[in-house]
């Protein structure tokens, strides 16, 4: 009986390893065929090219197919060769991807998390959020970070903050981000300015006038020098400031204007002091959360977007 057994489970491993493939063996394959010679690749990995021949050739005996033809330059790949290269590159990518998040994870104690917003995202978004997280996390230690969108942005790609609530997304692989909402950006200066008087703001009138400007690269000021660049508007700005206490304190004093969103308005500018117009054509900035992809499915990191994405979903 206990042979019975013993031969079953020989059967049962059999016929699984027919469908896995050697990861040595797939990377030699990958980095010979990118580099199209054995000789190339034996420079760039340090390995004797006898034997990636060797492991090349046990992987084209186990998947039954010959996947590299030798030329006289080096070597090129035969129709299964494109087919396996092609699932290669994304198949590393995910064990390199793999391993990474199992780095910062053993680095990253257990039980903590961070977020990170604007002054307005913190003021008047992030005390529901945190609530409804640590109501369902009540042991997991929780870091908030008030910065900048343009800080915030440098701060996620980093890895310095796990979850930010930002503007500037770029197309790449390397961030998972979802749209918050999107608003208008408004001029915005003292109650008596005259510009900020009228129904809409035209980029000749805005070309006219001393201008505070945000002085992180990326977000709002992305936006905002695109519209620039649109128009042909040379600015009049002096000086660039993030803060947005300074702003109004400057704006209040001095007869110039900064530039912000129609929620900061709304929630921090008195409008006993102050006053805004909107721009025509408009200007639109879109908010979104934004973590890093190696961390996007982590559990704490998946939560704590989900509650961002619920309350600013109720709240506008």
Known sequence: MATSRK?????VASIASRDLIDSRRLFYFFHVARLGSFSAAETFLD?????MSRQIQQLESEIGVQLLERTGRGVALTEFGEIL?????????????????IHIARRRPAGEISVGGSSVVMAHYMPEILARFTKQFPKVRITAVQAPTGDLYERVTQGQVDVGVVLYVP?????????????PLLLIGRKDHPATG??????????????????????????????????GIEPKCQMQIDSVPLCKAIVLENDVCCIMPQSSFEQEFDPACFSSAPF???IYRTMYVASLAERAKQPLVAALTRHIVDVFKERN
Not at 7 to 11: L, P
Not at 47 to 51: D, G, L
Not at 224 to 229: L, M, P, R, S, T
């Open 7 to 11: 031969t079953s489970r020989s059967q």
């Open 47 to 51: 390995v004797a090219q006898s034997a």
């Open 85 to 101: 290269y092609e699932q290669a590159d994304v198949i590393l990518e995910q064990m390199a991807s793999t391993l990474s998040q």
């Open 171 to 183: 197309n790449s692989n390397k961030l998972v981000s979802q749209k918050l909402m999107v608003e």
């Open 198 to 231: 009228k129904q809409a703001v035209t980029p000749s009138a805005l070309a006219e006038l001393d201008l505070l400007l945000p002085a992180s690269p990326h977000g709002m000021r992305e936006m905002i020098d695109q519209y620039f660049d649109a128009h």
């Open 280 to 282: 025509r054509p408009a």
